[in-house]
């Protein structure tokens, strides 16, 4: 038997109950803010990840999905969605449109090599949002609002807001310094990984998951301590707003992300219970940068993706939502005259919107009433060549068991007047 590959899973019955819900909230809230949908392709030219994400991230450094195509070209499956939308915005020339700025939200599957854990997978699910064009505090505050609405909505009144900003360049190489001064002495007391990123990206060491308890991190130098007045002043403004739209938010210095584009406000969105390795269920920041750097025009952005594999998780634990199966109409037929009335009347029915189904097992009368039941049809259709012959259809209301004969003509209205 051909097995899924390693850090994949299948999402059926429950699972995609769970999945389409979490997307349609995600795609309810973002219409709202008046967000477009956007879809990029799963994969890309390679250059495209080591130019965004960062050469040194672990991302890109030991997450990717590289490979040669027949044709010889380097093509990566997406780590995740920001560079393909920056891509795209480039390539498309989005930013020459009246519409400014450009709002734009996706969803879909990323591939990062990592070690496959509860939370963690190879094959993962974001939704996202990224807005080009803008580089008002509003907007900053608009983009975490909209995740933060979206979570609410999902997870109830258990997510804070960790937020922190780089500052512009001026502030992020005064910090720079102050950081490499301080770490200098300390190297050996690091992990072998940030003793690497002490000389390409000192910053990172902030976010390394195996010092983060170290003393020696939990003592460095804050941004927020060298930030300059503009930078400071900015951050500020962005605070202001979400205070205004009642987001629960946490100033966290220690956030830096692992991701190279990003500059000013950063954040994630964490648990309120349950923390451990997969509490932070989304995450962003702005990248003023980025669509230069591409050699796109100096365009600011701002953006966030959430992992819906995380979510799934946490929502399967707390089993808020129903995801039980129900119809409308289940019709039950079992000689050739009854089943070819059954075709046309759930025809008929699910043109008009109503749910229905019926039985293709060729199972007896009494397999069709189990089957009803296990469906949770609100109405029984029940067909029998007699009551046909008299243009009548037996119905029975599940819900207040009253069972009548109704003239064929009528049916559809009375299913819908009693839905
Ligand atoms: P990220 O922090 O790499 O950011 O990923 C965002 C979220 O995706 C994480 O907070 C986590 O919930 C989920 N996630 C990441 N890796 C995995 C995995 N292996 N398995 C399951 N879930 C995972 C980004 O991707 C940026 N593009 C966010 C962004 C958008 N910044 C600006 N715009």
């Known amino acids: 038997?051909?097995?899924?590959?390693?850090?994949?899973?299948?999402?059926?019955?429950?699972?995609?109950?769970?999945?389409?819900?979490?997307?349609?909230?995600?795609?309810?809230?973002?219409?709202?803010?008046?967000?477009?949908?956007?879809?990029?392709?799963?994969?890309?030219d390679t250059s495209l990840f080591h130019r965004t994400v960062g050469e040194t991230?672990?991302?890109?450094?030991?997450?990717?999905?590289?490979?040669?195509?027949?044709?010889?070209?380097?093509?990566?499956?997406?780590?995740?969605?920001?560079?393909?939308?920056?891509?795209?915005?480039?390539?498309?020339?989005m930013y020459g449109e009246i519409n400014q700025p450009k709002k734009l939200y996706y969803s879909g599957t990323m591939y990062r090599y990592e070690r496959p854990q509860a939370g963690r997978y190879r094959e993962l699910s974001q939704f996202g949002v990224e807005v080009l064009g803008s580089d008002s505090p509003l907007i900053d505050a608009e983009v975490i609002s909209l995740a933060y609405r979206t979570l609410e909505t999902i997870l109830g009144d258990n997510v804070t807001v960790m937020i922190n900003t780089l500052g512009d360049s001026e502030s992020r190489n005064n910090y720079r310094e102050?950081?490499?001064?301080?770490?200098?002495?300390?190297?050996?007391?690091?992990?072998?990984?940030?003793?690497?990123?002490?000389?390409?990206?000192?910053?990172?060491?902030?976010?390394c998951k195996v010092d983060k308890e170290n003393p020696i991190l939990k003592n460095a130098p804050k941004i927020t301590d060298y930030l300059n007045e503009a930078s400071q002043k900015r951050f500020d403004q962005v605070l202001d707003y979400l205070r205004l739209l009642d987001v629960d938010y946490e100033v966290n210095p220690s956030i830096v992300r692992g991701l190279d584009y990003y500059n000013h406000v950063v954040f994630e969105f964490s648990l309120n219970e349950g923390v451990n390795a997969t509490s932070i269920v989304g995450a962003g920041g702005r990248y003023n940068n980025l669509v230069e750097s591409l050699g796109g025009?100096?365009?600011?952005?701002?953006?966030?993706?959430?992992?819906?594999?995380?979510?799934?998780?946490?929502?399967?634990?707390?089993?808020?939502?129903?995801?039980?199966?129900?119809?409308?109409?289940?019709?039950?037929?079992?000689?050739?005259?009854?089943?070819?009335?059954?075709?046309?009347?759930?025809?008929?029915m699910r043109w008009s919107d109503i749910k229905c189904d019926y039985d293709t097992l060729d199972k007896g009368l009494k397999a069709q009433f189990k089957q009803a039941d296990r469906l949770n049809a609100r109405h029984l259709i029940i067909l029998n060549s007699e009551d046909l012959a008299k243009g009548l259809i037996t119905v029975k209301d599940n819900l207040t068991h009253e069972e009548q004969k109704i003239d064929e003509a009528e049916i559809l209205d009375y299913i819908i007047s009693n839905l």
């Open 1 to 44: 038997m051909i097995t899924k590959p390693k850090g994949t899973y299948d999402i059926y019955n429950e699972d995609a109950k769970y999945y389409q819900y979490i997307n349609n909230v995600f795609e309810s809230v973002a219409s709202l803010y008046n967000y477009e949908y956007i879809r990029t392709p799963i994969f890309e």
């Open 57 to 93: 991230s672990d991302i890109v450094s030991k997450e990717t999905y590289d490979f040669k195509d027949r044709g010889d070209r380097s093509i990566t499956l997406r780590p995740e969605g920001t560079a393909g939308v920056v891509r795209s915005y480039i390539e498309n020339k």
């Open 178 to 207: 102050a950081l490499v001064k301080y770490l200098e002495p300390h190297l050996n007391e690091l992990c072998s990984d940030c003793q690497n990123r002490f000389k390409t990206n000192p910053l990172r060491i902030l976010d």
């Open 297 to 348: 025009p100096s365009t600011p952005a701002v953006g966030f993706a959430c992992g819906i594999d995380r979510l799934m998780l946490i929502l399967k634990e707390k089993k808020e939502i129903d995801i039980n199966p129900n119809i409308d109409v289940y019709i039950m037929a079992v000689n050739e005259e009854e089943r070819t009335k059954a075709i046309l009347l759930a025809q008929d």
